[in-house]
T-cell receptor, first 113, second 116 residues
Framework: AQSVTQLDSHVSVSEGTPVLLRCNYS??????LFWYVQHPNKGLQLLLK??????LVKGINGFEAEFKKSETSFHLTKPSAHMSDAAEYFC???????????FGTGTSLTVIP | EAQVTQNPRYLITVTGKKLTVTCSQN?????MSWYRQDPGLGLRQIYY???????DKGDVPEGYKVSRKEKRNFPLILESPSPNQTSLYFC???????????????FGPGTRLTVL
């Protein structure tokens, strides 16, 4: 069965410092992985996706993630945090049938001015 | 504008009173899905539909029903709501990527349901 584990429920960074949100996945095949962002009282927006092309995936708003099969990880990074990055972030894996999506429990990012 | 719409956005109801939350997408997507979001649990898939008249259970289907009579609509039905169904509900849609694969999902704005 597929699953994702987001290792931190809360992350706090200062504005202008790097962001690292950690995600490990469990899958018996080469997975499709996604990161979504949810701003307060808003719906979810896709940040980036990995679908077995380049292992380093660039997304919107300066975010990127690196797929590491040996570590079963798909961590989300950004070189310099902005106040507008404060939100909830979800790591998602698609099932091997392609029909279901499994969300992590989320990481709440706080950006300190 | 490409979008997924949900109605109502907010609903307060009482135990046992049947309700329907509508979901509609204008992107001609084959795949549609319902999720519930609860604090500390992330989003959990309730039901999904791969195309018209094709639906299947997700991880938490108990107490819910769905139908997919038209490609654009995917209503969520709670026949006898209970307080443990108080949650934030999201509808999503996605285009087909391959024979059995789907692309990333586009989400609606959410429906906040309270069952008293």
């Amino acid at each position: 069965a597929q699953s994702v584990t987001q290792l931190d429920s809360h992350v706090s960074v200062s504005e202008g410092t790097p962001v690292l949100l950690r995600c490990n996945y469990s899958s018996s095949y080469s997975p499709s992985l996604f990161w979504y962002v949810q701003h307060p009282n808003k719906g979810l927006q896709l940040l980036l996706k990995y679908t077995s092309a380049a292992t380093l995936v660039k997304g919107i708003n300066g975010f990127e993630a690196e797929f590491k099969k040996s570590e079963t990880s798909f961590h989300l990074t950004k070189p310099s945090a902005h106040m507008s990055d404060a939100a909830e972030y979800f790591c998602v894996v698609r099932s091997n049938t392609g029909n279901q999506f499994y969300f992590g429990t989320g990481t709440s990012l706080t950006v300190i001015p | 504008e490409a979008q997924v719409t949900q109605n109502p956005r907010y609903l307060i109801t009482v135990t046992g009173k049947k309700l329907t939350v509508t979901c509609s997408q204008n992107m001609n997507h084959e795949y549609m899905s319902w999720y519930r979001q609860d604090p500390g649990l992330g989003l959990r898939q309730i039901y999904y539909s791969m195309n018209v008249e094709v639906t299947d259970k997700g991880d938490v289907p108990e107490g819910y029903k769905v139908s997919r009579k038209e490609k654009r609509n995917f209503p969520l039905i709670l026949e006898s709501p209970s307080p443990n169904q108080t949650s934030l509900y999201f509808c999503a849609s996605s285009s087909r990527l391959g024979l059995a694969d789907y692309n990333e999902q586009f989400f609606g704005p959410g429906t906040r349901l309270t069952v008293l």
